[in-house]
């Protein structure tokens, strides 16, 4: 099992363009959720999802976007890109939404300039 | 809504010594209890958790972690730490039936030296 991937990596984007970070989980885990950690703040969860189709906001939605259309995958859009998004972007999944353990990507770093 | 308080940013501690990361956190449900580690340039991986029963709880790399259900704690420990445990430490809390993600603190940065 890889468990949960992100891409990319690192990327470096100019204020205004908008992107999407992909994050893809091979555990058929029904729960899946986004965070961004920034220094000295601990992580923030943006956006969740509970199964294909259905996805609730978190603590700091704002200027993101997300869609489930299959178990598997569950990205994160950047729809016009703020100096404030910059950020390490975590994806997560679990089996279900009780005190299942979440399971982290290993992250993907953003620039906003 | 649930929030954490870690109470150190910065913990300095000499190898082979013994090590405790506090941690509180608020709530007016009940919740799960997580501690999470994140090595340099890594993802989280998960250090420990209570959901139930035992206060006690053993987790990998030597670590335990206590629930004090009075005073609102989860503090992490560990009797004799090593060059290799230098990290950073979060503790979460989950909502008990909740579907939203967890609430972390604002993590503290465990320095062992030499």
């Known amino acids: 099992n890889a468990g949960v991937t992100q891409t990319p990596k690192f990327q470096v984007l100019k204020t205004g363009q908008s992107m999407t970070l992909q994050c893809a989980q091979d555990?058929?885990?029904?729960?899946m959720s986004w965070y961004r950690q920034d220094p000295g703040m601990g992580l923030r969860l943006i956006h969740y999802s509970v199964g294909a189709g259905i996805t609730d906001q978190g603590e700091v939605p704002n200027g993101y976007n997300v869609s489930r259309s299959t178990t598997e995958d569950f990205p994160l859009r950047l729809l016009s890109a703020a100096p404030s998004q910059t950020s390490v972007y975590f994806c997560?999944?679990?089996?279900?939404?009780?005190?299942?353990?979440?399971?982290f990507g290993p992250g993907t770093r953003l620039l906003v300039l | 809504a649930q929030s954490v308080t870690q109470l150190d940013s910065q913990v300095p501690v000499f190898e082979e010594a013994p090590v405790e990361l506090r941690c509180n956190y608020s709530?007016?449900?009940?919740?799960?209890l997580f501690w999470y580690v994140q090595y340099p340039n890594q993802g989280l991986q998960l250090l420990l958790k209570y959901l139930s029963g035992s206060t006690l709880v053993k987790g990998i790399n030597g670590f335990e972690a206590e629930f004090n259900k009075s005073q609102t704690s989860f503090h992490l420990r560990k009797p004799s730490v090593h060059i290799s445990d230098t990290a950073e430490y979060f503790c979460a809390v989950k909502a008990g039936g909740g579907a939203d993600g967890l609430t972390f603190g604002k993590g503290t940065h465990l320095i062992i030296q030499p």
């Open positions: 997560a999944s679990s089996y279900g939404q009780g005190g299942e353990t979440q399971y």
């Open positions: 709530s007016s449900v009940s919740v799960y």
């Open positions: 555990m058929n885990h029904e729960y």
